[in-house]
């Protein structure tokens, strides 16, 4: 399936990382559905900046340490 | 293991199934009585306004029921909607909105040419059912594929 954002995370480490944080937790922190988390590690959704910022404050990181832009075509 | 778990439809995905599947079937017991009557009966004789408005309130009945099931089978994801749920939706209801005003070229031909009544709702009646398909197609794949 071709991906349909080029933004891409980390979120599935950095849960790993954090005492093996599931997807439903995070979710329930960042306030969205369970749903939504798996569609943004899958590379399927491409979050607001609201929302990528939410996700980074829940493992305490800064913002590109969670998501990453390509800077070559 | 714990940190990838299993994808299951959420909430609103789940009503949108509802919606274009009640639909869909509402529409087809409908046309399955009014358009068997089609080839034997004048149209003018056909009494199709009890059944339409039968299908078009069993309809809502039919997917406000399988919502409050979906809701009691998962309590906990009940009514959860975020800023992807929004945007699809919002995805669908656009393209919903294309297709409606397309369709709805059809029975304002009819009315200019002056078709019986018969002709002219049930033309509207199927603009509804098809804007109804295609807005939850686009929305389930959306969900599906991603944006």
Redesign the interface.
Same mark, same amino acid.
């Given at each position: 399936?071709v *991906?349909? #954002?080029r933004v891409t995370n980390d979120i599935?480490r950095l849960?790993?990382e954090h005492t093996?944080?599931?997807?439903?937790e995070l979710a329930d922190k960042v306030?969205?559905? *369970?749903? #939504?988390i798996?569609?943004i590690e899958?590379?399927?959704?491409?979050?607001?900046l609201e929302?990528a910022f939410q996700i980074a404050l829940a493992f305490g990181v800064p913002l590109e340490h969670v998501f990453q832009y390509p800077d070559k075509e | 293991m714990l940190y990838i778990e299993r994808n299951v439809m959420s909430f609103e995905k789940k009503n949108t199934w509802i919606y274009g599947l009640t639909a869909v079937l509402s529409a087809a017991a409908y046309f399955a009585i009014a358009g068997s009557q089609i080839p034997t009966t004048p149209v003018t004789q056909i009494d199709y306004i009890v059944p339409m408005i039968a299908a078009i309130a069993g309809s809502i009945v039919l997917s406000i029921l399988a919502i409050i099931a979906v809701s009691i089978a998962a309590p906990s994801e009940a009514d959860k909607r975020d800023e992807r749920d929004r945007l699809v939706n919002r995805r669908g209801d656009q393209v919903g909105l294309y297709v409606m005003s397309v369709l709805a070229i059809v029975p304002l031909g009819l009315a200019f040419a002056e078709a019986e009544h018969f002709w002219i709702a049930n033309s509207l009646y199927l603009a509804f059912v098809v804007t109804a398909v295609v807005s939850s197609l686009v929305k389930i794949t959306t969900y599906r594929r991603g944006f």
């Open positions: 399936m *991906r349909p #954002t599935r849960r790993f093996e944080m599931t997807q439903a306030g969205v559905t *369970r749903q #939504t798996i569609a899958q590379g399927r959704y491409s979050p607001t929302m | -």
